[in-house]
């Protein structure tokens, strides 16, 4: 069997129908189909997902298109581990299960890998919104997900040779969710002396997944492992990722507690002006999320609700990765 020139990885988790519609992209593609595998990791350890792949594959070329489970771990770090540890090219495409790869993504990015000689690469991501499809303002949600397109190094849309990989053992298996595995790896891979480069030509479709209502107080669960970068980049962290610790959230959190001692001392006057003040800052933080995206009665309602939740989540999931991380971290 032919070795491949590049070996797509992508980790999936109980999403057939995207899995579906990545994997349609990718049998369009204008490299010639011996000239790359797709690996499909299964991070759920599904049956669906499997039999999924199976079908799939009868109808391609053999060794096309694997299904592959971790033998252990869990998360889309560990997933991808297990892809470029079993992939057969020297060249390993990363991106996820809802992309959707342009027909020349593989051929733009394998051509500029070897043209440049880079270790890694990103390519270019573009989200459409269903807001610049109607001409309206964006959701919150949407607003978050099109910060994919100004990311330096996205693991939707990277590149990077096994060898490379190897040097640095991968990605950190410690990232159990999808957040920040990615920016760990680019900067482990910098600090080895390894070339980055960028291609804007290889690119990748990521939609705007439908959210149920709040999805923004179920992704604060994600800056816990804001603490485990920050414990291993410090400076870069603070450079590229936040600059400084989110203090009004730390402010409401404290004006609100402490609210809640001075109503059981009695002193009324007091918690009452403590809770304005928390308020305030809460109502502040609201019309800066609202500044830039949606103004429908149902979004502002979910901004206003949701405002007055993200910064006690924000700092109980913070603190919590600083504990089980054992890093001073804000």
């Keep these: 069997m032919t070795i491949p020139s590049v070996s797509v990885v992508i980790p999936t988790f109980q999403r057939p129908e995207l899995l579906i519609r990545c994997l ?3 049998t369009l593609q204008t490299l010639a189909k011996e000239r790359f595998e797709v690996l499909v990791v299964d991070d759920g350890h599904s049956d669906e997902i499997r039999e ?10 053999l060794g096309f298109l694997r299904y592959l489970r971790p033998s252990h771990g869990k998360g889309p770090a560990a997933a991808r581990n297990c892809g470029w540890h079993a992939a057969r090219a020297e060249i390993i495409a990363f991106t996820d299960d809802d992309t959707l790869a342009a027909r020349d993504w593989l051929a733009q990015g394998l051509h500029a890998m070897r043209l440049h000689g880079w270790a890694a690469m990103a390519g270019r991501v573009v989200v459409p919104s269903p807001a610049n499809r109607l001409g309206t303002r964006p959701t919150d949600h949407e607003r978050m997900t099109q910060g994919l397109e100004s990311a330096a190094f996205v693991t939707a849309n990277a590149f990077v040779r096994k060898s490379a990989l190897a040097q640095v ?3 950190n298996e410690r990232f159990q969710r999808a957040w920040r595995e990615d920016a760990d790896l680019q900067f482990r891979l910098e ?3 390894a070339s980055l480069g960028r291609c804007e030509a290889a690119v990748v479709r990521h939609p705007v997944r439908p959210e149920r209502w709040g999805v923004s107080l179920r992704q604060q669960k994600n800056v816990y492992f804001d ?3 920050y414990r291993k980049h410090p400076a870069r962290y603070r450079s590229e990722i936040r600059a400084r610790p989110p203090w009004d959230y730390y402010a409401i959190a404290g004006l609100t507690g402490l609210a809640l001692v001075l109503v059981v001392t009695g002193a009324w006057p007091a918690a009452l002006a403590c809770l304005l003040a928390a308020l305030a800052l809460a109502l502040a933080f609201a019309v800066r999320r609202l500044r830039t ?9 979910e901004m206003l609700l949701t405002s007055l939740a993200i910064p006690f989540l924000s700092v109980y999931w913070r603190l919590r990765g600083a504990w089980h991380f054992r890093v001073w971290f804000l």
């Design 24 to 26: 349609r992209a990718l």
């Design 169 to 171: 053992q991968g990605f």
């Design 191 to 193: 600090a080895a002396g």
């Design 52 to 61: 999924l792949v199976e079908r799939a594959s009868a109808e391609q070329p």
């Design 227 to 229: 603490a485990l970068l």
């Design 293 to 301: 995206t949606s103004h429908s009665p149902a979004h502002v309602a």
